[in-house]
């Protein structure tokens, strides 16, 4: 056990530096969870996107966050999810986590749908029902609670940062609600 003030040498963080060298260097896994609402068959009513301030521009976006070393990708969905959403979104992890897509992000544009001008990043996506109170934290503004086909809309996917709005098409048709 460490003592008060010891940083724990195996705590998953990376300091700034780091995280700059590693980003230049090696793909890094991150997972990404498509909010939703479901009725009592389970089928998906209402899809949550959160809006974000990015470099003074607003986007849409979801959950999203890398795994820490160490980390089971549970954990991982868990704590982003009550990272970006707070503590009561009381989210209902599935019990296998297989993912519904595996999400290529690239620093340049072309080589994928997917861009992230920091790194290049590998990302599994969840559809994760929720079925307490969002209240979104850290960098999230708001989340919009959404029908399907409003999400799905063209309109509403233009504005997801990073090509996310494949992603949030693709989770949609994953879970049989694709207009």
Same mark, same amino acid.
């Given at each position: 056990?460490?003592?008060?003030?010891?940083?724990?040498?195996?705590? %998953?963080?990376?300091?700034?530096?780091?995280?700059?060298?590693?980003?230049?260097?090696?793909?890094?896994?991150?997972?990404?969870?498509?909010?939703?609402?479901?009725?009592?068959?389970?089928?998906? $009513?209402?899809?949550?996107? +959160?809006?974000?301030?990015?470099?003074?521009? $607003?986007?849409?976006?979801?959950?999203?966050?890398?795994?820490?070393?160490?980390?089971? +990708?549970?954990?991982?969905?868990?704590?982003?999810?009550?990272?970006?959403? %707070?503590?009561?979104?009381?989210?209902?992890l599935?019990?296998?986590?297989v993912?519904?897509?595996?999400?290529?992000?690239?620093?340049?544009?072309?080589?994928?749908?997917?861009?992230?001008?920091?790194?290049?990043?590998?990302?599994?996506?969840?559809?994760?029902?929720?079925?307490?109170?969002?209240?979104p934290?850290?960098?999230?503004?708001? $989340?919009?609670?959404?029908?399907?086909?409003?999400?799905?809309?063209?309109? $509403?996917?233009?504005?997801?940062? %990073?090509g996310?709005?494949?992603?949030?098409?693709?989770?949609?048709?994953?879970?049989?609600?694709?207009?």
């Amino acid at each position: 056990m460490s003592s008060v003030g010891t940083p724990d040498p195996n705590s %998953g963080w990376l300091s700034d530096e780091e995280l700059a060298e590693i980003r230049r260097r090696l793909p890094l896994l991150y997972v990404e969870a498509v909010p939703v609402r479901v009725d009592g068959l389970g089928r998906v $009513i209402e899809v949550g996107m +959160l809006l974000r301030a990015n470099d003074g521009e $607003i986007t849409r976006t979801l959950v999203s966050g890398r795994v820490m070393y160490g980390e089971t +990708l549970r954990d991982a969905l868990f704590r982003h999810l009550e990272k970006d959403l %707070g503590p009561m979104a009381f989210p209902l992890l599935p019990a296998n986590p297989v993912p519904f897509s595996v999400a290529e992000y690239f620093p340049w544009p072309d080589s994928s749908q997917f861009m992230d001008a920091r790194q290049h990043a590998v990302s599994l996506a969840y559809v994760v029902p929720v079925t307490g109170t969002c209240e979104p934290r850290q960098d999230a503004l708001e $989340i919009t609670w959404m029908r399907p086909a409003e999400a799905a809309s063209e309109s $509403i996917t233009a504005d997801m940062e %990073g090509g996310r709005g494949s992603l949030l098409r693709a989770a949609l048709a994953s879970v049989g609600v694709l207009p």
